[in-house]
T-cell receptor, first 116, second 114 residues
Framework: GAVVSQHPSWVICKSGTSVKIECRSL??????MFWYRQFPKQSLMLMAT?????????EQGVEKDKFLINHASLTLSTLTVTSAHPEDSSFYIC????????????FGPGTRLTVT | AQSVAQPEDQVNVAEGNPLTVKCTYS??????LFWYVQYPNRGLQFLLK??????LVKGSYGFEAEFNKSQTSFHLKKPSALVSDSALYFC????????????FGKGTRLSVIA
C-alpha cells in the first residue's frame, strides 16, 4: 500500500511562534493532499484541500492566513500554523490521493501539536 | 452536500461475540464508502471500501461491511470480536466528482471485553 509520512510526529511550541508540519507521499505522486484536524475524542474535520502548484482550498471557518498550506511538489505538502495559540493544540493529519482515477486516500500518522 | 452519521459513540461487545458498528450516509449521486480504524495517537488505517459491485465487502482483519442502498447504510461487521479490535472506527463517504475529499462520521469507539 501507499505510504504517507508526516514530520514531526509531535511538537510543543510557545504561543506566538509558528510551526511547520510536513506531509510526504513516499511511493507515489500526489496531485491532491488533504489536511484534517482532530480534536480529542472527535472526528476528523477537513481543513483544506491542497493541489500541487496552486492555492489551497480552505473549508469554511478555517483561517487561511493562520493555517498556511504549500503544495510545492507532487510529494510534499506543508501546513504552517502561524502565531500559534493554545486553542490550536490538536492532532493534525494529512492525507494524499493518487492522481485521478483512484478512490483511496492514504493517511499520514498524524502530528500532535501542543501550544503552551 | 455529503454527510455521514455514526449513531453510536460507544459499542461494547464481549470477546468472541459478533460486532456491528453502524453507519448511514447522505450524498447526491453514487457514494464511495470507506471504513477506517484509528488506534490511540495514530493515523487512520484503511479497513475496506465499497465502490461498486457486490454489496458485501470484505476487508482487513476479518471485517466486512454491507452496502444497503435503500437504507443508505454501510454497517461494519465482524463475526467474532477480538480484544485487539478495540479502537476508534470511522465511516467515510465521498462522491466521485473531481478531487472531493472524504467526509467522516464522528467515530464510534469499540471496546471488546475479554
Amino acid at each position: 500500500g501507499a505510504v504517507v509520512s508526516q514530520h514531526p510526529s509531535w511538537v510543543i511550541c510557545k504561543s506566538g511562534t509558528s510551526v511547520k508540519i510536513e506531509c510526504r507521499s513516499l511511493d507515489f505522486q500526489a496531485t491532491t493532499m488533504f489536511w484534517y484536524r482532530q480534536f480529542p475524542k472527535q472526528s476528523l474535520m477537513l481543513m483544506a484541500t491542497s493541489n500541487e502548484g496552486s492555492k489551497a482550498t480552505y473549508e469554511q471557518g478555517v483561517e487561511k492566513d493562520k493555517f498556511l498550506i504549500n503544495h510545492a511538489s507532487l510529494t510534499l505538502s506543508t501546513l504552517t500554523v502561524t502565531s500559534a495559540h493554545p486553542e490550536d493544540s490538536s492532532f493534525y493529519i494529512c492525507s494524499a490521493r493518487r492522481p485521478s482515477g483512484s478512490h483511496e486516500q492514504y493517511f499520514g500518522p498524524g502530528t500532535r501539536l501542543t501550544v503552551t | 452536500a455529503q454527510s455521514v452519521a455514526q449513531p453510536e459513540d460507544q459499542v461494547n461487545v464481549a470477546e468472541g461475540n459478533p460486532l456491528t458498528v453502524k453507519c448511514t450516509y447522505s450524498v447526491s449521486g453514487n457514494p464511495y464508502l470507506f471504513w477506517y480504524v484509528q488506534y490511540p495517537n495514530r493515523g487512520l488505517q484503511f479497513l475496506l471500501k465499497y465502490i461498486t459491485g457486490d454489496n458485501l465487502v470484505k476487508g482487513s482483519y476479518g471485517f466486512e461491511a454491507e452496502f444497503n442502498k435503500s437504507q443508505t447504510s454501510f454497517h461494519l461487521k465482524k463475526p467474532s470480536a477480538l480484544v485487539s479490535d478495540s479502537a476508534l472506527y470511522f465511516c467515510a463517504v465521498r462522491v466521485f466528482s473531481g478531487n472531493t475529499p472524504l467526509v467522516f462520521g464522528k467515530g464510534t469507539r469499540l471496546s471488546v471485553i475479554a
